[in-house]
């Protein structure tokens, strides 16, 4: 199959444009986790991202739009991240998976997110989407550690001590945004890897 | 002990002031969870408690003294109740017991708890105060969990085990802050219940 000389021309552009896009993306959750939702206008992320404020319109028509993608190319990301330290599926050693799993409710993405969730709770725009998203972002984040965990949801309660588990996880996270929590979560983590080893046999 | 005539004359006054005190703290407790930190200022809670501007000021002269006040005041009234709850000290269905501390972050008072965390995480002026709370209304949960419970924390791995539930029992309460989260949540928490009485044993 030839490609044309139009469809040459055209894939430069559409990786610059890619390339604004991610620029954008990436900028839009920093800022969201240094300066929260009220201090992240479109204009602000598009000097941050070094993009006119026209090009971040031509890809965002509103603050929702590129907040909400933001997030969602995250979490993307992460997911992409954590599949890829775990390139066989299954680890032998759960307590590995436990911590890895973990790890994805610390740091700056869940810092931009957990300011999404809270604008999104007192604003009426924002919270349908935010609703979807989270959701979706859930669904996929207990797939990978439904996978990861080897865990067998045909078996009674498995399905709920590995939601537990990801509760626990946004729990921890949150206990972190204010102090670094890193040497207490350490141990609550080691010691409940323990228990779900138990219970998920 | 006689009393004097002046104690008599100052202890209605006292009542009506700690009563407008305590309407400014509920009253901001409700725009916390309402309207966020951005649209809770002094003069809205005000507002909204029937008091004057210049007493709110008065009892509180800066919007921080208000608001760690306020969420302060609400969780020494959530211990209260849970203690009362409780009147026996450990119950010996743990269930029970798991259930109650869960209850304790959902709700009004949870959400204002969280807006002030966030705000606390971008503001200066806040974090000090905020961490500070935090820290303490923490370990006075953990000591009500403990207790109620009966579990014994010269065990090895029981402490952790008991902070991972109360990690739990926050991340459950985010994870309602966007959906009513009820009907899984119950599910989470009584399989978590079950594994938590088999590891305290």
């Known amino acids: 199959m030839g490609v ?28 969201l986790a240094e300066y929260g939702w009220a201090g992240s206008t479109v204009a602000v992320v598009a000097e941050r991202a070094g993009v006119s ?7 965002f028509p509103t603050r929702e739009d590129l907040f909400t993608a933001a997030v969602e190319y995250v979490a993307e990301e992460r997911s992409t991240a954590l599949r890829a330290l775990f390139p066989e599926g299954a680890h032998e050693d759960r307590r590995v998976v436990v911590a890895a799993l973990v790890d994805l409710y610390t740091g700056p993405l869940f810092r931009a997110a957990l300011h999404l969730w809270v604008a999104a709770s007192d604003e009426e725009q924002l919270r349908p989407r935010v609703t979807e998203l989270e959701s979706r972002v859930g669904r996929e984040t207990h797939r990978i550690a439904v996978e990861l965990l080897n865990a067998d949801e045909s078996g009674p309660g498995v399905r709920e001590t590995v939601q537990g588990l990801l509760d626990m996880a946004r729990g921890l996270g949150l206990a972190n945004l204010l102090t670094d929590d890193g040497p207490r979560r350490a141990r609550v983590v080691a010691q409940w890897a323990a228990l779900l080893d138990e219970a998920l046999g």
């Open 53 to 59: 404020r026209g090009a971040a319109q031509h890809h």
């Open 4 to 31: 044309s000389t139009a469809e040459h021309d055209r894939a430069p552009k559409q990786d610059r444009s890619r390339a604004t896009r991610q620029r954008l993306l990436e900028a839009a959750v920093a800022c």
